[in-house]
């Protein structure tokens, strides 16, 4: 076979595009931050589209949508929906998409929210109709997510690459607290200090913790969790229940799971 052949078997690379939304566009910086490695990423797709690098519109055709931020106007709603329509795989990137991170602690107070920032006014009109800020999930199925506040570097370049190649892993839904066992750290309860481990999807290899510093909840809150036993836990700690209840606020604001917790 000769060398022309075998370039025109070979396969075309996954065109990719990465979308910022409300967010501190921190998770698209931390993927720059793989310099060994960022070139091989890039050699494996045909990136269309970075809206941190260029003001140049989104191309009409792509495979592949990174999606960083959380959805808080109704232009971004319809972003995420023409989004969906072209890509054969959207990956969330950091608690904003995933959760709505710190911008959902702005729902349900949107406009007094605008009002207090903005004056009495409101919003500048440029900045378009704002809704409760939401996870992406919450408008268009996401295939994968890379979790946390900011991402892991190699995390991205994982998940990147099994939406590329494929995988059939099953995402974790295990809390926190395992992995921090394996570390072997000890407990920060036992220290009388609020730790959100209890409670967060695991899957960070508890680096926060292994440092010294208790969980502040970045990855959202696990399928598997228990709150009403973690605020026992709390109680039995000397932990603050009301601080525990505060505090997972900052990243599960507006996941239905938490507002069904505190009605138990």
Known sequence: MSNLEF??????????????LASCFGCQLQITNAEPYLLDVLGQIDLRYWQLASSDPMPEEFDVAV?????????????????????????????????????????????AGAAAVYGEAGAPEACGELVDPAPISAYIDVDFEVLCCPIDTFAFIDVLQRAIYGSNRLPQTATLCGECKHNDRGCFFGRG????????????????????????????????????????VCAESGVSVAAFDEALQMFNYVNPALSEASEE
């Open 67 to 111: 999606i960083e931020g959380a959805a808080t106007t109704a232009e971004a709603i319809e972003t995420l929906k023409a989004v969906r329509k072209k890509a054969s795989a959207v990956i969330a990137v950091g608690a904003c998409a995933t959760t709505a991170g710190i911008p959902g602690m702005a729902a349900g107070n949107v406009e």
């Open 7 to 20: 370039e025109r078997e070979r396969p075309a690379a996954p065109r990719v595009v990465v979308v910022g």
């Open 193 to 232: 200090v609020l730790c959100l481990g209890l409670v967060t999807r695991c899957g960070c290899g508890a680096r926060c913790t292994s440092l010294g510093r208790p969980c502040n909840g970045c990855a959202g809150l696990s399928p598997d969790a228990n709150v009403a036993a973690a605020r026992a």
